[in-house]
C-alpha cells in the first residue's frame, strides 16, 4: 500500500513538473492581466487604452487606443502621422519590459481609433526588422 501512495506521488510529481509556461503562455497572460487590470485606462495627454491582445498564431501584441480631444480628427492625425507612428516605435525601440519579447522576434501592431467615430486612424504593425 504505501509503495502505491508513493508511486502515485511520484507520478502526480512528474506529470506537474512536465508542464513549463512558454513565452507564448506569458505572452497572453500579460496581455490578459493588463486589461482586466488597467483597462479601459483613464483618458491621458487625449488617448485611453482599451485593451492590449496576444496572438499566438502571428506572435502579435496588440495595443488598441481611443482618441479623444484635439487627436479625435481624422486630418489632423493624417497630417502628422508619420509623426506619431515614429514616436511609437521609438518608445517601442526603448522599451525594456518587452526585451525577451523582442529577442524572440514577436510583432507590435498599435490600433487607434476615434472616440467618437470609432474610425481607425492609425493601424501600424511594428517587426523585428523595423524596432531592431
Known sequence: MNHKLLFLAFVALLFSGCHRTTLEDLAAKTAEDYTERYCPTPVENCQRTDSVTFSRETHTFGYYYSLSGKLDDSAIIEIHKKEIVSTILGS????TSMKEYKQAGYNF??????????????????????YN
Open 92 to 95: 517601442l525601440k526603448d522599451n
Open 109 to 130: 501592431r498599435y490600433v487607434m481609433k476615434s472616440s467618437t467615430t470609432g474610425e481607425v486612424l492609425i493601424d501600424k504593425t511594428f517587426t523585428k526588422k523595423e
